[in-house]
């Protein structure tokens, strides 16, 4: 009889017997799983009544494959590879239905049994490749079996499940069902019996084509984007050809690839990402749920660039969203753009006519700031003016009942300073949101000093509700991510600039490093006066060393303020693109550059990588020491998942770490000497580099040292 509280259940139905995974919320195979499924096959290949096994799942997924924390230690139990051994091996038939998601590990299980049903609604992919991981449990060899190595590279190298019909036409499963996957898959596995079908061993299969050297270029490619700077893809070109080995050769080689993988900085780094993003949205001393009502309404103050994106964000989250502004012509203006950016996603056969006309009719534009009333949430996004906001922000809080949470989208203002402008700073906290707000990962969640918890808690469940990748700064200029990229990396750059290195030799030195766009395009991208203005409310309250953004703010006096002028450091042509060198930024650039006396020479892609990189580590490392930042890893998922760094170099303290710190504090060193005193590593940084240790031990430490918070 099947026991409710196991990770797998054995029950037989007359002649067919089941093994049902039930390890919530994926079906992960970890140890659990797998040994209860050798010994459901060991019982039910014991029984002469049972003539055939059929492995189905509870819950609303197959299996989202392996347990990655089992990754760095010692498997204990049976693996994967034996389980599916003993599957393929089995002398009655296994059928497997699969119901929504058959990924990795789930569907390398599913390509051992003898026959595959999938249910109409299911999805089957081998993501490995995102995690820098090449198939290890027979993925590469059996699925080339199945549907031809050509078909089989393309499945892998891209990483995204494809669809039941899609599976059925490549020959990946046998039937797609429509109706209840149950009592088809019973049925099923009766008509086999009934027929005499077999088992059907994949392993006895031969691969249907080979990969010669234009398949392979053309796939690679297709998916050259993506994987830019990448590896893995060699690995899994080389284990899917092993395909045609035969298989004991093909198995053995793919194991040693898979392993070598694993191992890998690349994969160590994706890996490391992963658990960052899971890591990040779990708070010390903040509650898992606050005591604030469901949110269902949303007020937006400031229907500019990012008022638009947020509300399209909420609309998109099947929220309702009031978008106040006081400038009538700034909300006929959003309800266009709010339009035209819903248009171009349905032309682009993302989202259907009639989900937009749903989602657009949830927004409503008012002119009054009292039509926040009945809102469950507000969030102000007017110009980043302190004074402004102040005014904004205390008005709010008189209109706005005293328990719900009220945000500002401020980019580097202090969360403590507008906070007290109003009568109850414990609900006042920033949602830094990012361009384009309806579709960017991140939400950087801001703590003023007396932003309460249940604030905390509410913020991160919005960030839920958006299905963004929450982190949570303590509030200091810039917070995490724009005090790294101003501090650290932007300025970085300008300094090269003005040493002599071109706009376009900065940004391609970058981009070969794994951003996706160099500084200077970034900021034409965003606006060279949004910059400035922020420096002129920063020089106000804190001083930085000259030079500090000369040129940014140089090109915003002139109005080459990016890409929305066609000028900034680069030109545009008509409302392009395109970033094109323009003579005249590069005088401009000298002339700055003798008024400070700094001399110009020719400067290596090396050291411009090297510079900018140490410097936004430098930074992060200051950002950790002040406490703006709580772990490293949520450094990482900042810098990875709102700024470019490249995923596969695991962010910028991770990166840090790779190099090693004490190289990283020697090199600081060596350019204070040739460059002067504003290059200093910070504390933290010093202190983890005599101790031989690394930010990942430094988070690990200090997660040992916290208290668990109380439930
Ligand atoms: P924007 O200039 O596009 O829009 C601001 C809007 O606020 C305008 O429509 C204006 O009419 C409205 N407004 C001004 N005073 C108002 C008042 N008293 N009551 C109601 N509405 C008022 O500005 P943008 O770019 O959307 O920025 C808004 C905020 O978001 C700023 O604090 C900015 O620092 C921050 N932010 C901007 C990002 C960007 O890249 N644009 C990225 C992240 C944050």
């Not at 992919?125 to 190595?149: C, H, K, N």
């Not at 700077?229 to 690839?257: D, M, S, Y």
Request: with cysteine; net charge neutral; proline share 5%.
């Amino acid at each position: 009889m099947s026991d409710p509280s196991k990770a797998v259940t054995y029950d037989e139905l007359g002649f067919v017997g089941k093994i049902r995974i039930d390890n919530p919320p994926v079906n992960a195979l970890n140890r659990e799983v797998r040994t209860g499924m050798a010994e459901a096959l060991t019982q039910a290949t014991a029984n002469p009544r049972v003539k055939v096994v059929l492995i189905t799942s509870a819950g609303s997924m197959f299996s989202a494959g392996a347990d990655l924390k089992e990754f760095d230690g010692q498997l204990a139990g049976p693996s994967l590879q034996q389980l599916q051994e003993t599957i393929e091996m089995a002398p009655v038939p296994v059928v497997a239905a699969i119901s929504g998601l058959a990924l990795g590990g789930g569907l390398e299980l599913a390509l051992a049994c003898h026959y595959r049903l999938a249910h109409k609604s299911a999805k089957l992919g081998l993501p490995e490749i995102t995690l820098g991981i090449v198939p290890g449990a027979g993925g590469t060899q059996r699925l080339p079996r199945l549907i031809g190595s050509r078909a089989a590279l393309e499945m892998i190298l891209s990483g995204a499940p494809i669809t039941a019909a899609d599976a059925k036409s490549k020959g990946l499963v046998d039937e797609v069902i429509e109706g209840d996957l149950h009592d088809s898959a019973i049925k099923f596995c009766k008509q086999l019996v009934h027929d005499g079908g077999g088992p059907r061993p994949t392993r006895d299969l031969t691969v249907p084509d080979r990969l010669d050297e234009s398949v392979i270029s053309e796939a690679l490619g297709a998916h050259a984007r993506a994987l830019r700077g990448r590896t893995t893809q060699t690995l899994v070109v080389e284990a899917v050809k092993a395909a045609t080995l035969p298989f004991a050769q093909g198995i053995a080689v793919e194991a040693a690839i898979a392993n070598k993988s694993l191992a890998s900085r690349e994969s160590l780094a994706l890996r490391h990402v992963f658990f960052a993003e899971r890591e990040s949205g779990k708070v010390e001393a903040v509650p898992e749920r606050s005591t604030q009502p469901e949110i269902e309404r949303v007020a937006i103050v400031g229907a500019g660039t990012m008022g638009n994106g947020i509300a399209m964000a909420f609309a998109d989250a099947g929220r309702s969203v009031t978008l106040i502004d006081n400038d009538e012509a700034a909300l006929t203006r959003s309800r266009d753009i709010i339009r035209s950016n819903y248009a171009s996603s349905v032309k682009r056969g993302r989202i259907r006519q009639e989900t937009v006309d749903e989602r657009t009719s949830r927004i409503s534009g008012s002119t009054k700031l009292s039509a926040v009333s009945s809102a469950d949430i507000a969030i102000e996004a007017v110009f980043e003016d302190m004074d402004l906001k102040k005014r904004v922000l205390s008005d709010l809080d008189s209109l706005f009942p005293s328990e719900r949470l009220i945000a500002t989208n401020t980019s580097t203002l202090s969360i403590t300073e507008l906070g007290r402008a109003t009568a109850h700073p414990g609900r006042v906290l920033g949602l830094h949101f990012f361009v384009p707000a309806h579709a960017s990962k991140l939400l950087e969640i801001v703590r003023g000093k007396e932003t309460s918890s249940d604030t905390i808690a509410t913020a991160l469940h919005v960030a839920k509700v958006l299905k963004k990748i929450a982190v949570v700064s303590g509030d200091g200029f810039g917070f995490i991510g724009n005090r790294m990229m101003l501090d650290g990396y932007f300025r970085e750059a300008e300094q090269l600039l003005l040493e002599g290195a071109s706009p376009q030799q900065v940004d391609a030195a970058l981009e070969q490093f794994g951003f996706a766009m160099g500084p200077q395009r970034v900021s034409d991208l965003g606006g060279n006066d949004v910059g400035t203005k922020v420096r002129l409310q920063l020089y106000k309250r804190e001083s930085r060393p000259d030079p500090y953004f000369v040129i940014a703010d140089r090109l915003t006096e002139l109005g080459r303020l990016g890409q929305k002028t066609g000028r900034g450091f680069y030109r545009y042509q008509d409302g392009g693109r395109d970033a094109l060198p323009d003579p005249e930024v590069e005088k401009l650039i000298e002339t700055l550059a003798r008024e400070r006396g700094i001399a110009r020479r020719k400067i290596g892609d090396e050291e411009i990588v090297e510079r900018c990189i140490l410097a936004l580590i430098n930074v992060g490392a200051l950002v950790l020491e002040e406490g703006i930042a709580s772990r490293a890893s949520d450094v990482d998922v900042v810098w990875t998942s709102g700024y470019g760094f490249p995923r596969h170099l695991g962010g910028p303290m991770f990166y840090a770490d790779t190099l090693g710190l004490a190289h990283v504090a020697r090199r600081i060193w060596h350019y204070q000497e040739k460059l002067g005193p504003y290059w200093r590593p910070a504390g933290l940084l010093e202190k983890l580099a005599g101790e031989n240790s690394s930010f990942e031990q430094w988070d690990r430490q200090r997660k040992r040292a916290i208290p668990t918070p109380a439930a």
